[in-house]
C-alpha cells in the first residue's frame, strides 16, 4: 500500500486541495495538486486554457495523468472534471487509489467562491448540474465513496484508516 498513490476525486469544493495536505502531512508523503501541475507544466492559467477550449485543457489534463501515473507513494488532489475522460481514470489507476470526496452541493455552495472557478462563471446553479453530470462517474471512478460532511480532521483519518484496512 506504501507505493500507491492516494488520489481524490470530487467536484470542485468537495475539499480536495485541504484534505490531501492533511493527508500527506500525515503520512509524510510528497503531494501533488493537479491543477498546480498543470499550470506549472504548461506555463498557462487553467483560465487561460479554458478560453482556448475545454477540451485544450482536457487534453493537457490527460497528459499529467499519464505523468502522475509514473508516480509512487504521493498524495494526488485531482481537477472535479478528471474523470469526464476514462482514458484518465484508467491511468490513475495504474498506480493509485481513487477516493471520491463527496461533500452536499449546498455545504459547497456556502464555501466556494463563484467568480475564481472558470467552469461556474455562470452562477452557482451550475454546481448542482455538474454533479448531476458527474456523480455516477465519480463513483464509477473510485474505490472509496467518501462522504465530506463533517470535520477535516474526520475526513482525512476515515481516507488514512482505509488505506490501512487494504
Not at 51 to 80: H, K, N, P
Request: charged share 30%; glycine share 6%.
Amino acid at each position: 500500500m506504501l507505493d500507491k498513490n492516494i488520489i481524490l476525486v470530487g467536484i470542485m469544493g468537495s475539499g480536495k486541495t485541504t484534505i490531501s495536505k492533511l493527508i500527506a502531512e500525515k503520512l509524510n508523503r510528497p503531494l501533488i495538486d493537479m491543477d498546480d501541475y498543470i499550470v506549472e507544466k504548461f506555463q498557462m492559467t487553467i483560465n487561460e486554457m479554458f478560453d482556448i477550449s475545454e477540451d485544450y485543457f482536457r487534453d493537457r489534463e490527460t497528459q499529467c495523468c499519464q505523468d502522475m501515473a509514473r508516480l509512487s507513494g504521493y498524495v494526488i488532489s485531482t481537477g472535479g472534471g478528471v474523470i469526464k475522460r476514462k482514458k484518465n481514470v484508467e491511468l490513475l489507476k495504474q498506480n493509485g487509489i481513487i477516493f471520491y470526496l463527496d461533500r452536499p452541493i449546498s455545504l459547497i455552495v456556502d464555501d466556494v467562491e463563484t467568480s475564481t472557478r472558470p467552469l461556474l462563471k455562470e452562477g452557482a446553479d451550475k454546481l448542482y448540474r455538474l454533479d448531476e453530470e458527474r456523480r455516477q462517474l465519480y463513483l464509477d471512478a473510485c474505490d472509496y465513496h467518501i462522504i465530506n460532511d463533517s470535520s477535516l480532521e474526520e475526513v482525512t483519518n476515515k481516507i488514512i484508516n482505509k488505506i490501512g484496512a487494504r
